[in-house]
Each structure stands twice: as structure tokens, then as C-alpha cells.
């Protein structure tokens, strides 16, 4: 089965990790593994979970291309080593956030948004942490420092 993985880059003023939430909804453009069909703004989610036909398996996203009579999903899988946290150490760099199987689907581009909390280096958590711009900017009062995530890049490998 082929796997994905999506990738964030950024740099982090002040901020110890970026934490995925936890039944976050990622939001994907996908493509028919021929390439003929397109989607955007597909949500995935871990905590949707559904059979697929005539298996004993699931999946978290599924559906059926126009003309194609198989289903197409994506399933949302533990990669070893992979927390999803994005910290002050990696700042800058690729770091893989989510690991996806796909059959009949190749998702090509993820859109960043609220899928993050943030953790203060301070200590503070920041639960509103919109991505969407690729930017985003706060004040730690207990601290007194300012704190951001800027230049947010994603990818989908």
C-alpha cells in the first residue's frame, strides 16, 4: 500500500513544540491515482472511522472516483518515531507530523490551519493557533516575551 506523509516546516520564536490536536481534521487536496480527478478540502480525521467494502479493514476517508467502481481511502497510521510535535529543535528543518496509506488516492497538498497547539518555551499553551496565513503571533503574559511561528511550510511526500 502506498504511504504519505505530511511535512511541516517553520520557525518558532519562544515556542517549545507545535502539538498536533488530538482528533484534528487535516485538511487535503487529493487526486485519483490515475491522475485524472482532483479534490480539494478533503478532511481527514483519526477519530472518523470507517469499514471498507468486503474487508475486515478501515479506513478514515473513503469514497469512489467517478466511473470506478472500487472504493479509494486513506487510513491514518503510526510511522515509528514519529510523535507529530514539531519542536524548537527542529525549527527550520522537514519534520514529518503524519503518516498516511492510500489506496486509489495521492494526496498532493495539505492546507495548514488550525491543526496545532502551541506550548510556550515559557510553559503556557495556546490552543487558537491559526496557520492558514503562515504566520502566526501571541503574547505570553506570564512570561513577558512574544512568541510565533512564522514561514509555516507544508508538503506532502
Known sequence: MPQYVLKIKADLENIK??????DNH??????????????EGV?????????????????NFIMKWPGNKQQAYIKIVDIKGV??????????KWVTVLGLECRGIVPTAWKVGRDFIAESSGGPFFEDVDLADGDWAEYDEE???SVSVTNVESKVE
Open 26 to 39: 487535516w485538511e487535503l487536496t487529493i487526486q485519483s491515482a490515475d491522475g485524472c480527478d482532483t479534490k
Open 83 to 92: 510523535t507529530g510535535n514539531y519542536t524548537e529543535d527542529q525549527a527550520g
Open 143 to 145: 512570561n513577558d516575551a
Open 17 to 22: 513544540q507545535l502539538i498536533p490536536l488530538p
Open 43 to 59: 478532511t481527514i480525521s483519526k477519530g472518523d472511522v470507517m469499514e471498507l467494502e468486503g474487508s475486515r479493514g478501515d479506513a
